[in-house]
Every structure is written in structure tokens, then in C-alpha cells.
């Protein structure tokens, strides 16, 4: 049978395999040809795995994600070659649910960027327009999700790195709550922030997956147990409270076109019976991003010292250790890892810690105050994910603080651990937009219900209109 | 971590014992010790790799302790545990939060590029050990004890001697890597070299009571530096200190402290200053080799480690922790003080014989005969397989059996079932009919001795005595002899 | 909230990066708009405010001390760049 795999959800293929009409290897070897014939053009994937492990849906990793025996660089020249000999444990779920795995795809260098044009091996293009980008750091599972290159896949996000890149290729991401999902094994950017989570083309799946992966585990010391996931069924939001933070809807930078779909997704939860009212997370917004400049680069700084070309990985010539190391280091990372290490080592150093750090720390506070409060009101709050539709390649490339916007309404609440989905809710210029739903920590089964009942109001196509 | 030989500094080799030197009197050491401790637990600190010697090289390693992209710590609860227990063993003060963080610096012993250490929230705080002296008790402060993971082993192979400066490559073995350490500050409470001996004597035994490390210097499982100053006596004023690593017996430590503290005497007397520095000991020439210069002042940006939660004991864990903790090694050295002298009750203590010596005693034998066997013969044996009653027996029998059948009996004294009858049965020759030619006989072969012991040189006695118990094969009565030598060298 | 061309260098030295004068060039540039950036924080006086290090309240997470199996030296060795016998080869530290 001929599979249509820009069409088919994850769920469609669960069918098909449950009914028996297709093999978990034919499923695995009709995303292989689709990347053969698309992804010269995409660049989603670094590279695919051609045996098919497991009788289930297939899926694409991002290439932060430890998968024993398959090489994973985290997008870096300093880890080309590295292959881990043992799986992250949401690699060895995702085995034990029986998945084969597509490939690895493409990511900004350890995760470090909105674009993945920082992967030292080269951009990803957006499915629904080549000459922009996918978003990042996960635009290679986004745009490989958007482009039928896999049903669903799995990202990282630290500061956006999930909701953003689907918000720009028109998926359906879930950055999960803080500990929901292990970072055992996932090439560590900021481990305050950094969470594991699903990227699919419709909110079920979206659910199926992390239900796949979610759950405490022994080997992360930060996971916690994770309430039975709840497949969402129907189209009614009567009794859901929807918070509208102004300062998020509001905020300078947001396109006009970005705007009015947000709002016409608004207008819809209300037909759809959910209550909405306005309300305010004004530091959260104002600081946020300058909090997470210092948090993520502090870890960063710290989490990255271990690629000092000793045991594995990039080791350039050298008479001395200290040469070798900082050689190795100079030629293994790109620009940003650079620019991030040395505004956290920076951060961190004696006579700085307290009004960099420690005040970021305390700002943290702040934000999880202040979403706190919005919850006594409201179970979830909505806003763009992004304040534009994907931009083009190059475009910010050159200016660090303009690509740093990107995550300028994604950031609050990974300061403050909450989960965030990213459901499409139209396009802006022929491009998607993402709709950002902020629910408390572990609420993530409200997330999928309202999610799922505004997409089917919404009846978005997730299929790009020049691949349909 | 960079170590660097920036030259070596001789002690001086003049001026006798201790801090006898010229002035000495005038100057009082300070010094501060850091002892680091390694758990005996069965894994690491933070993976469930195999904690121990005898595993060949890099086979107890995995992706935590090499630091592979994405490798986890999760904290061993028993290392956990221990900490708080020799923290109430110190007398310390248990945090109800402690927090891990991490120290950053490059070293190819350290994986991760930083150590996980507690920091600002250490488990345990504000203790004391309270030492007994001849002057009394002396309290040392102990300023904090905290859990960390230690380094990998490195070896600098080539270049000259094997010594880091110089080498042509270095090795890293993990097996270390990654196991637990307590280090333990003490405030700078140590005014000499026998205050640190006697303080380490103590801590070490508490720590194998406690039994959660062995605690032995040569093995690397008790690691002490030692932080010295001197200042002028009377004054309270805190000098520029020195730091000295790299001693491993305690004996070497009072070394290296004396000499450290000699040089500095010297340096102050000499109208000099003390420059910051850390030295290493090597035992062998008794030489203080600096490591590195202070400009090069280390910045360790510690943050807390995002990997991991606090620790926060609950109060049942803590108090089921400190009714495990047994009587400390200093309340009974001071409680069986009175019936002993001090350095006796050091030696029993410390021993790990105390127990063993109060039960012979119960069982009848005398108190200082007891001591004495117990200190001088039995240092090396289980005290716990010994079976008082017959120990008993045979120390209230020590001068009526023979020497070669005492020998023998308290060789075998904690062999499983051992019995004091057959040795007793051995009656020793203290029948002056007997002996009486034989000490004559001596006594005309060593007429120079004799005339010396007539002299004055009384010392001497033991000399007769001895040549008389080699001559009867040890079987003579040894008190016996000696009131029959000194009787005929009286006469 | 300007860095210097020296303390880039100071932090370049404790992150051991070598970096060209390129480099330096442009990152003391990069890095002082950085900072200007996110020195926004210490705007607010948050002396009350309790630091959060991490977003969720979690203690006592430790595992009992049980042994697991470790590494084959295959595996250890795996993407090893210089080893010799049983150990990790790294130029001296010296
Ligand atoms: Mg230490
Ligand atoms: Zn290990």
C-alpha cells in the first residue's frame, strides 16, 4: 500500500499496524523514502538509521538524545563521531514502546539557538517556505514532522527550543512540566530548565507520546511521578478559565498577523464555552529573558566543561593538557556555545555570582510568583509562542539579541517549570501560527483538552500548502 | 589544580626536637587540618559503580563517573547517612537543608569539569572533639564536614622521576573517580605537632568505630592537610598561613608541621614574611616542596548543582543516626583515665582495646598488668575474638609461667575456642636453688657490666635478667630473677 | 555595563577557550551588549526574595547503595581519542 506520510498522524499509523495492514519495518521504510526524496532540500535529518528496531510507530530524535550505537552530536563538531554506548532513558522508552527510530535530527549546537542555523552541520529549511527557518534549537524534528519525514519525534527545550520551532513549521509541541520527563542520557544545555518533550501533528498524538516517555526515573534525581495521561475526546471548553496575560499579548515585537490569529483563537475558546478574562505578568515578561541570559549560560558554562577532549569526542594537538584542552575547545565549538560559556563563566566569577547569578535566581522567584498568582484565576493562560512567523535564514543570524526575542513569550514559563503546548492556530503571510498554552505544573491533561478542542474548532491543515 | 615544583624549601635541620628552636617560646604555631575521609560504602557517591580497591583499571567506571553527554548523579543514601552520623560523632551541628553544588575547574582527573561538593549548606556544622591531655581537655573546633565526590587517579609517566613537572604524558584511571569523600575542617586549634597527633589518633578512631571508612593514611583512606601559622605567644592575631599536603602517616604530619613552623620562625626572626603558598612533604628528605604561586588564585564559580535536590534529613533519621553513634573514644579515655595513666588509656582507646581491657579486668586480672599485656602484646589482634576470662587467667599468671609458654599462649589468645589451662600448667624455675648458679655464673661473665651496675647504671638489671632467661630457655620466673640479680649485685 | 578586552580574557582562560584576537575582538563587543542586556535585572531590589535554583520542590532524592554492573573497558574505551593498556592517555599536566 502506498503511504501518504504528510497526511498520516501517528494514530493513523497505530491503526494500520494494529489492523495489520503495514509493518512496523514498512512504516520505518516509507519515512526513509520520504527523506530520500524531500530531505536534500530540508535538511531535517543528521543522519537516518536504516534498520527498523520495533513494531511501532516510528519516531525522530532530536541529536541531543543518547541512542546507543547511532552517533549523537548534539549538533556540534566537538561530539562528530560520538557514539554513546548507552541509550537516554527516553531513548530506551521510546525502544521498550517498540519504535524504530528514524534518524537523528538536526538541532542548534547543544540546543543553543532559535533558528538551528547554529548546528555546525549546516541549517534546516522551513518545510513551508526552504528559504526560512524551521525555528529552534529543534527545528530538525519540527520541519521533519511538518514535512511527513516522521509521524511525531521528540525534542528538547530550554528556553523554547520545543514550542517555538513548532509554533514556525505548524505542529503541535509539548515542553512538558519540569521532572515530568527524565534528561537522563540528553546532552545537558541548562539542567534547571532543560525538559524532553513531543512534537507531533495533532494533540493526541502529541498526548500518546509523552505518555510513551513521562514518568519518574530513578537514574534523574529531578523527575517526579506524573498523573495517568488523558487522551482528550471532545470539543467543549465549558467550565475552563482562560487567562489572556496582557504583557504577553501586547509585548512590542508581536506581528499584527501573529496577533489576530491568537485572537481568533481566543474568540473561538469562547464559543467553545471557555470563560476568558484578562490578566498580568508584568515582571515576568519585562525580566524574563534577561533572567534566562544568566541562568542557562551559568549552567551552560558548567554543563559543557566536560568536552575537554580527553575521553571522547573532538582532541586537538598539543604539547600540554591545558593546550590541548583549550585548543579543543576553541576548534570543536561554534560561536554560540563560545558566546554562552563565556557569559556564564563570566556570571559565575568571583565578584559577579551575587548580582548576576544570585539576582537571576531570585528574579526565577519572581516569575513563579507571579504565574502562581494568574493561577488562582485561571487554569490555563494564553499567548502567541511566537511574536513572529518564521523568519528568514540569515536574518538574525548576526545579531545574538535580536534571535534572543525569539523566546521572548516562551521563556516565563520555563523559568517557572510549567508546561507550555503549542497548538497552530492559522496562518500569517502563507506561515503558521503558533497559539501558547501555559497551564500549572502537571497540568498537562487540561493542556491536551483544550488544545485538542481548539484544534478541531480551528481545522488547521498541518500539511504545507506547497507540499499538499 | 595546577601543580607546578616553583622550588623547594629546606627546613632547617638545627635545633632539636619539636619547636625548640632559637625563640620558640616566643612563637605559637596555628594550625587548622583538613582531613578528607572516604566512605567504605559498596558504590560511588553518585552512580552504583563498585567503591573499592581491586578492580582492574577503568573497570568500575560508567557513564556517570566518566561524564559521558547526558550521564546523571543520583546521591547514594548510605554516603548520606554517614556524613550526618560522624557529624553527630563530632558533635556537629545537622543541617535541616544541605546542598550540593559544583566546584568548576579543568583537570583530567575530574570528568565532568567541575566536583560535586557540598558548599554554603553543608550537612554538618559547628562540632567539636574534645581531646584529653595532660592539661586537661582540649577542644578542638570542627568548623564543618561535608559530602563531595573525590578525583580520578592520575600518573605523569616519563620526564624526570615520574613527578608531574616534566612528564611526557600523563594516565587516568576512574576507578576513584566519583567515590565518596567527608572533608572535615577543623577551626585553627592545633598549637603543635602533638596536638594534631593526638587529635588525629581520636578522629580516626571515632571513624572506625563508626564503621563507615577505614581510615588508613597509607591507603589514601584518611587524607590530612594541615593549614600553619605561627604568631607571636600571647597575641590572637591570625598570620598568613602555609598549606602542606601529601603526608601520609600521621607521623609525617607532625613532621611537616614542625618543620613548616620552624621555617616560618625562621623567616619572621630573619625580619622576613610568610608567602602564601601549599606545599607538598615528601617524608624522605623531610623537605617542603611548593606547588604553586598564589597569583595564580583559583576561581571555582560554584553554583548549586541543578542535577540534584537538597538534603533534608527528617528528624526520626537523624535521631535514629545519633542513637547509633557509640560512647566517643574521649569520654572513655577520660572515663578509664582515672584507673590508668593517660597515655595508657590513649593507647587502649585508640587501640580499639579499651573494651577488652575492662572485661579482663571484670574477669580478675589487675588493672595495670592488663594494660600492659593487652597494649604490648595484643595491639594487632581482634580484639573482639579474645575471650576475657581467659585472658584473665593468663595476665594474673604472667610470672609464674614460663616466658616461652606466655609467648605461645597469647599468640593463640583469639583463635576461635582457645583455652588458658594448657599454658598454666607450666610451672616457670623460680626456685632460687636452681637459679642461684646460673646468675652466679653471669655474673662472673660480665664482670665490666656488673662493676658499671655497681657504679650506678642500673638500667642494667635487665641486662642480667635477660642472659639469665636465655640461659634457662625462658623458663625461668622473670621476677624471680630479677630480685635474685639485684640481690647478688647488692651484696 | 562594558567588559573588557582583559576580562575576556580572564574568563576565556577559567573556560579554557582559546580564542583568536578575532575572537576576543568580537566577543568583548558581543558580550557587552549582552550584559547591558541582562544587567536589567539587578534593577529590582529583591533583598526579601528567596533565590529558586530550581522550579520544582523536590529533597531526599538518593538511591540505596547497591552495586550495578559497570562498563565492559570496550565500552569505557569506546570513543576513547588516546588510550594505553587500561587508561585514558592525555598529554602531561605539567
Ligand atoms: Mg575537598
Ligand atoms: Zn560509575
Known amino acids: 500500500m502506498t503511504i501518504d506520510t504528510l497526511r498520516l498522524t501517528a494514530e493513523d499509523a497505530l491503526g494500520l499496524l494494529e489492523r495489520k495492514e503495514v509493518s512496523g519495518a514498512e512504516l520505518h521504510r516509507a519515512y526513509l523514502d520520504a527523506v530520500a526524496e524531500r530531505d536534500g532540500e530540508l535538511h531535517c535529518y543528521l543522519r537516518t538509521v536504516e534498520a527498523a528496531e520495533g513494531d511501532g510507530v516510528p519516531i525522530a530524535l532530536k541529536d541531543v538524545i543518547s541512542t546507543k550505537g547511532v552517533e549523537t552530536t548534539a549538533g556540534s563538531r566537538i561530539l562528530e563521531g560520538y557514539v554513546p554506548v548507552f541509550d537516554a532513558t527516553v531513548a530506551a522508552r521510546c525502544r521498550a514502546a517498540g519504535l524504530p527510530v528514524i534518524g537523528k535530527t538536526n538541532t542548534d549546537e547543544f540546543a543553543m539557538g532559535s533558528s538551528t542555523e547554529n548546528s555546525a552541520y549546516g541549517p534546516t529549511h522551513n518545510p513551508w517556505d526552504p528559504t526560512r527557518v524551521p525555528g529552534g534549537s529543534g527545528g ?24 517555538q520551532p513548532s509554533a514556525l513549521c505548524g505542529n503541535v509541541g509539548l515542553r512538558p512540566t519540569y521532572g515530568t520527563v527524565s534528561r537522563f542520557g540528553v546532552v545537558a544545555f541548562a539542567s534547571s530548565l532543560d525538559q524532553i518533550g513531543p512534537v507531533a501533528k495533532n494533540v493526541r498524538d502529541c498526548a500518546r507520546l509523552y505518555a510513551i516517555v513521562a514518568g519518574e526515573d530513578p537514574a534523574d534525581s529531578t523527575t517526579v511521578d506524573v498523573p495517568a495521561v488523558e ?59 534577561a533572567c ?12 559543557l566543561a566536560r568536552y575537554d577532549g580527553v575521553r571522547y569526542g573532538l582532541r586537538a594537538d598539543a604539547e600540554g593538557y591545558y593546550e590541548m584542552v583549550e585548543r579543543t575547545r576553541d576548534a570543536g565549538f561554534g560561536d554560540e556555545p563560545k558566546r554562552r560559556i563565556m557569559l556564564g563563566t563570566y556570571a559565575l566569577s568571583a565578584g559577579y555570582y551575587d548580582a548576576y547569578y544570585g539576582q537571576a535566581q531570585k528574579v526565577r522567584t519572581l516569575i513563579a510568583r507571579e504565574h502562581a498568582a494568574a493561577f488562582e484565576r485561571f487554569d490555563v493562560l494564553v499567548s502567541p509562542t511566537s511574536p513572529t512567523v518564521a523568519f528568514r535564514l540569515g536574518e538574525k543570524a548576526a545579531d545574538p539579541l535580536a534571535m534572543y526575542l525569539s523566546d521572548l513569550l516562551t521563556i516565563p514559563s520555563c523559568m517557572a517549570g510549567l508546561p507550555g503546548l503549542n497548538v497552530p492556530c492559522g496562518l500569517s503571510e502563507g506561515l503558521p501560527v503558533g497559539l501558547q498554552l501555559i497551564g500549572p505544573q502537571l497540568s498537562e491533561n487540561t493542556l491536551f483538552r483544550t488544545g485538542h478542542a481548539l484544534e478541531r474548532a480551528l481545522g488547521f491543515d498541518h500539511v504545507p500548502e506547497r507540499l499538499r | ?155 605523569h609517566v616519563g620526564g624526570r622521576t615520574g613527578r608531574i613537572g616534566g612528564a611526557d604524558y600523563s594516565l587516568v584511571d576512574f576507578n576513584r573517580g566519583g567515590t565518596p569523600l567527608v572533608e572535615i575542617v577543623t577551626g585553627p586549634d592545633v598549637h603543635s605537632s602533638e596536638d594534631a597527633r593526638r587529635f588525629l589518633q581520636l578522629l580516626r578512631q571515632t571513624i572506625v568505630e563508626l564503621g563507615i571508612s577505614d581510615a588508613e593514611m597509607e591507603k589514601g583512606t584518611l587524607r590530612v592537610d594541615a593549614n600553619v601559622s605561627v604568631r607571636p605567644a600571647g597575641s590572637s592575631e591570625l598570620r598568613t598561613r602555609c598549606e602542606l599536603k601529601n603526608m601520609n602517616s600521621f607521623r609525617f604530619v607532625a613532621q611537616g608541621i614542625d618543620a613548616e613552623v620552624k621555617r616560618q620562625i625562621a623567616l619572621y626572626e630573619a625580619g622576613e614574611e610568610v608567602v602564601q603558598e601549599t606545599y607538598d612533604f615528601d617524608a624522605g628528605s623531610g623537605a617542603l616542596t611548593a606547588r604553586r604561586s598564589k597569583e595564580e588564585a583559583d576561581d571555582y564559580r560554584y553554583f548549586p548543582e541543578p542535577d540534584l535536590v537538597p538534603v533534608e534529613p527528617p528528624a526520626e533519621l537523624v535521631e535514629r543516626l545519633r542513637a547509633e553513634v557509640p560512647e566517643s573514644p574521649a569520654r572513655r579515655i577520660r572515663r578509664i583515665e ?113 662493676a658499671a651496675y655497681r657504679g650506678g647504671k642500673e638500667g642494667l638489671l635487665g641486662f642480667f635478667v635477660g642472659q639469665v632467661m636465655k640461659e634457662t630457655g625462658g623458663k625461668a620466673n622473670a621476677r624471680a630473677v630479677s630480685e635474685l640479680v639485684r640481690e647478688k649485685l647488692l651484696a | 555595563m562594558a567588559i573588557t578586552r582583559e576580562e575576556v580574557l580572564h574568563v576565556a582562560r577559567l573556560a579554557r577557550l582559546e580564542l583568536t584576537d578575532d575572537e576576543v575582538e568580537r566577543l568583548t563587543g558581543e558580550l557587552s551588549a549582552i550584559l547591558e542586556a541582562v544587567s536589567k535585572v539587578s534593577e529590582l531590589d529583591l533583598a526579601d526574595v528567596p533565590p529558586t535554583s530550581h522550579p520544582l520542590e523536590l529533597v531526599n532524592a538518593w538511591a540505596e547503595d547497591e552495586p550495578w554492573p559497570s562498563l565492559s573497558l570496550d565500552e569505557a574505551f569506546a570513543n576513547a581519542p588516546a588510550r594505553e593498556g587500561d587508561l585514558f592517555k592525555v598529554p602531561p599536566t605539567g
Request: aromatic share 6%; hydrophobic share 40%.
Open chain 2, 338 to 450: 582515672g584507673e590508668l595513666d593517660l597515655d595508657r588509656a590513649v593507647v587502649l582507646v585508640t587501640g580499639g582495646l579499651d573494651g577488652l581491657w575492662q572485661a579482663t579486668v571484670a574477669a580478675g586480672a589487675d588493672r595495670v598488668a592488663a594494660a600492659n599485656v593487652i597494649a604490648n602484646r595484643l595491639a594487632a589482634v581482634d580484639a573482639a575474638a579474645v575471650d576475657p576470662a581467659e585472658l584473665a587467667k593468663l595476665v594474673e599468671a604472667r610470672d609464674r609461667i614460663p616466658r616461652t609458654a606466655l609467648d605461645e599462649a597469647l599468640g593463640k589468645v583469639a583463635e576461635p575456642g582457645f583455652s588458658a589451662a594448657p599454658y598454666l600448667e607450666h610451672e616457670a624455675v623460680s626456685d632460687a636453688a636452681e637459679l642461684e648458679p646460673i646468675v652466679a655464673r653471669i655474673l662472673e661473665a660480665n664482670p665490666g657490666q656488673v
Open chain 1, 231 to 289: 487522551l482528550p475526546e471532545g470539543e467543549s471548553l465549558k467550565g475552563l478559565r482562560i487567562g489572556v496575560p496582557k504583557e504577553m499579548n501586547e509585548a512590542e515585537g508581536i506581528e499584527p498577523g501573529v496577533t489576530a490569529a491568537v485572537q481568533k483563537a481566543i474568540e473561538l475558546a469562547r464559543e467553545l464555552g471557555a470563560e476568558v478574562g484578562e490578566c498580568e505578568l508584568p515582571r515576568s515578561v519585562e525580566y524574563g529573558l
Open chain 2, 1 to 155: 589544580m595546577t601543580a607546578r615544583g616553583v622550588g623547594s624549601t629546606e627546613p632547617p635541620r638545627s635545633g632539636g626536637a619539636g619547636f625548640a628552636g632559637a625563640g620558640a617560646g616566643k612563637w605559637q604555631p596555628v594550625v587548622g587540618l583538613e582531613i578528607h575521609v572516604q566512605l567504605k560504602t559498596q558504590t560511588k557517591m553518585f552512580c552504583r559503580c563498585a567503591n573499592g580497591f581491586g578492580g582492574g583499571e577503568n573497570t568500575q567506571t560508567c557513564p556517570v563517573c566518566l561524564g559521558f553527554p547526558g550521564a546523571l548523579p543520583v546521591m547514594n543514601r548510605q554516603a548520606v547517612e554517614w556524613t550526618i552520623k560522624l557529624g553527630l560523632a563530632l558533635d556537629c551541628e545537622i543541617a535541616p537543608r544541605a546542598v550540593f553544588a559544583r566546584k568548576n575547574y579543568f583537570y583530567p582527573d575530574l570528568p565532568k569539569g567541575y566536583q560535586i561538593s557540598q558548599y554554603d549548606l553543608p550537612s554538618c556544622t559547628n562540632g567539636k572533639v574534645l581531646v584529653p591531655t595532660p592539661k586537661g581537655d582540649h577542644e578542638i573546633g570542627i568548623v564543618r564536614a561535608h559530602l563531595e565526590e573525590d578525583a580520578a587517579k592520575t600518573t
Open chain 1, 292 to 303: 534566562y541570559y544568566l541562568i542557562a549560560p551559568a549552567e551552560a558554562s558548567s554543563n
Open chain 1, 140 to 163: 530538525g524534528t519540527a520541519a521533519a514532522v511538518s514535512a511527513g519525514l516522521a509521524p511525531w519525534g521528540l525534542g528538547s527545550d530550554t528556553g523554547g527550543s520545543i514550542k
